[in-house]
């Protein structure tokens, strides 16, 4: 181990723009990745998981040298002679993975979605995190345009099934390679003249990949931008074809949806459809845009791998849940608080509070032996449901006591019943009710 010197007075924190998750949130989020999965799935997309931490060449050539995710975002190390990163974004990786085993060539059209921590070393702010979770599906084999629009529509359904409906969809066509090289040169035509009044970055990067000044966020670079000439009007004929098909089968699905001739993201691998959602929640500020994607025929062949267009999506659960606001009611299971009070009453408690987890209940058993009123007060305080009250007398009597905790009731119930008595009201199937 390396002596990393410390003092000892100091505090640790989690490293800035990451988050720890704590219970009561992270039941949130459990909701917004169970709605996920299941949409997910009912569009025919199965899981894939992949390594956090790929080689570096992988998001240099895929991502893109000249984008800001690469330039200055990436965590990027050299662990035993090998130049690795921690993986800023889910395509790339996903794509290494389509390649390298060969499933192209075992199945003509492939649906996966993924879900985990992605780590970009942008300066934080609300909805924007140096560790952040994003959700995306990607699908491989079908050159669209249908499948364009249905993807959208899989992420609206996504994002309307946890209640988010103030939403709007921007669409944009990146062309394919001729086209992005048409509109390269009418963007150096444009910017070349105004290159003293743009940033620094946009300067640097004018010569290599101007396409990058119209995403830009510097106030300085959104004027000029403003005025750039549209892609659109460069669009040759297929491209124009596959964009106008998929808005129209956009408009079958009854998406509306605005058309964004300036729309690029920030990541370089995008061609032909390029589309992106956002949510009008006040909270999210500059971060609104809740989901973000488009096709990139040219990726897997980039990869080594055969001809194949493709076309996904990443969502931010980060903003999804700031979208879905502040009264996302995390379900917990009702459970069953267990006092025991003495020695015998404790041996009692294990045995039925292992009956209880048997049958499905949640329960805590607190077997401090403390005094009544002390255990009732941090049953109240942990949310259970039901308090069993197991003592010396109910121990003699063979009965114990059952206290509803919101409703004051409470019961004698015998020593054999307990379970089936509990189970009525806080097992599996009673505890789908919000608490
Ligand atoms: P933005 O323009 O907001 O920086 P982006 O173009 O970098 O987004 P993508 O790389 O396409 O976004 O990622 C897709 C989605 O992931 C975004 O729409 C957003 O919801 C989420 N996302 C991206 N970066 C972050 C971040 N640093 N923190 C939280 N969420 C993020
Ligand atoms: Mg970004």
New binding site residues.
Partial sequence: MPNHPTSPAAKLRAVRGMNDILPDEARKWHRVESVFRSTAELYGYGELRTPIIEDTALFVRQVGETT??VEKEMYSFERHGDQLTVRP?GTAGAARAYVEHGVAAKEPITRWYYLGP?F?G?RPAK????Q?Y?AGCELYGDPGPVCDAEMIELAMRVLRGLGINALTVHVNSLGSAGTRERYRAALLQHFTPLAAELSEDSRRRLEKNPLRIL?S?DPKDRAAAAAAPSILEVLDDADREHFAAVRAALDALHIEHIVDPKLV???DYYTRTLF?IKAEAADLGA?S?????GRYDEMVEGLGGPKTPAIG????L???LVAMGADVAATRPASVYVAAMGRPAIAAALEIASGLRSGGIPCEVDARDAKLKSMLKRADASGAAYCLIIGEDELSRGAFTVKDLAARAQWEVARAEVVPFLAGRAGPAASEAPR
Avoid: H, N, P, S
């Fill in positions: 800001d995710v974004e992605m970009r942008e909805g924007r995190y140096r952040f994003q995403d966020k993201r920030g990541l992106e971060q845009t809740v989901c973000g994607g999506f990443a969502m931010g980060e903003r999804i």
